[in-house]
């Protein structure tokens, strides 16, 4: 086994002088150092500390379903669907995420009005379908569960959404709007240690009724599809 130990010496040596000077050997220990100040560089809320994140971006769309509303005077009930064109947003947020570890963000989002695009009512058999001009304005409260990894994380919570509607010109009777619960599931990447692109999909309940004259439109309480593109500042 004599011969064994200068073979080994040999190409321990090597190994030893191959390497720079000033370069620790890459044990698991000092892997894991490494990879960890690696993933310190991918946002400033790597330091495990709160933040704060402002920024904007565009909902590309709504869409709401109405099921079984009903109209006074009449047995039939109806179920409608409204689209609405897109509306750009304003997001100011509170958020703790370190690398692969859950985190948390939570904001308020204001948004520009949104008007509608199409509408479309079944009743009793008949399908009436036109376009619509009433506009909606959304403020919504969230919170979100953030797991993280690197460069990107999975966020998905709870919100509270306000609906306000207006009523198209020509409309003279009165509209009750009302939000409430929803929730949300989305995406996030962190592009630069202070700027952070996400993309959401966000559901919420929204009750409408609208009274003309003597008669009354209860569309009962429906479901609001909103896809959003954001882009925030994180400081």
Same mark, same amino acid.
């Given at each position: 086994m004599?011969?064994?130990?200068p073979? @080994? +010496? %040999?190409f ?5 002088f =191959?390497a720079?000077s000033d370069t620790?050997?890459?044990s698991p220990?000092?892997k894991k150092v490494m990879?960890d100040k690696s #993933?310190?560089?991918y946002s400033v809320?790597?330091d495990g ?5 402002l920024g904007?971006?565009? #909902?590309l769309?709504?869409? =709401?379903f109405?099921?079984e509303?009903?109209?006074s005077?009449s047995t039939?009930k109806?179920?409608?669907?409204i689209?609405f064109g897109?509306?750009?947003?304003? @997001?100011a947020?509170a ?5 692969y570890?859950w /985190? +948390?963000?939570?904001?308020?989002q204001?948004?520009?009005e ?5 509408y479309e %009512?079944k009743q /009793?058999g008949t399908?009436t379908?036109?376009? =619509? ?7 919504t409260?969230y919170?979100?569960a953030v ?9 998905? /919570?709870?919100?509270?959404t306000?609906?306000?509607? $207006?009523? #198209?010109s020509g409309? $003279?009777?009165s509209?009750?709007?009302k939000?409430? %619960?929803?929730?949300?599931?989305g995406?996030g990447?962190?592009v630069?240690?202070n700027?952070?692109?996400? $993309?959401?999909?966000f %559901? ?5 009724e609208?009274? #003309?004259g003597? $008669?009354? +439109?209860d569309y009962g309480t ?7 593109l954001?882009a925030?500042?994180?400081?």
């Amino acid at each position: 086994m004599k011969w064994f130990l200068p073979f @080994v +010496f %040999i190409f321990a040596s090597k190994a030893v002088f =191959a390497a720079p000077s000033d370069t620790p050997v890459l044990s698991p220990d000092n892997k894991k150092v490494m990879e960890d100040k690696s #993933s310190r560089e991918y946002s400033v809320t790597d330091d495990g500390a709160w933040h704060f994140a402002l920024g904007g971006g565009l #909902s590309l769309g709504h869409t =709401a379903f109405f099921s079984e509303g009903t109209v006074s005077g009449s047995t039939d009930k109806f179920d409608a669907l409204i689209t609405f064109g897109p509306a750009v947003e304003l @997001v100011a947020e509170a958020r703790w995420m370190r690398p692969y570890a859950w /985190g +948390f963000t939570g904001g308020l989002q204001l948004g520009s009005e949104a008007k509608a695009d199409k509408y479309e %009512i079944k009743q /009793g058999g008949t399908t009436t379908k036109g376009d =619509a001009d009433a506009k909606i304005q959304l403020t919504t409260l969230y919170g979100n569960a953030v797991y993280r990894w690197h460069w990107i994380y999975l966020p998905f /919570g709870l919100n509270v959404t306000s609906v306000k509607m $207006t009523p #198209s010109s020509g409309y $003279t009777g009165s509209i009750d709007s009302k939000g409430g %619960i929803g929730t949300q599931v989305g995406v996030g990447f962190l592009v630069h240690p202070n700027i952070a692109l996400e $993309t959401h999909m966000f %559901i919420n309940n929204w009750k409408l009724e609208g009274k #003309s004259g003597t $008669t009354t +439109f209860d569309y009962g309480t429906g479901s609001l599809f909103s896809w959003k593109l954001q882009a925030k500042y994180v400081f």
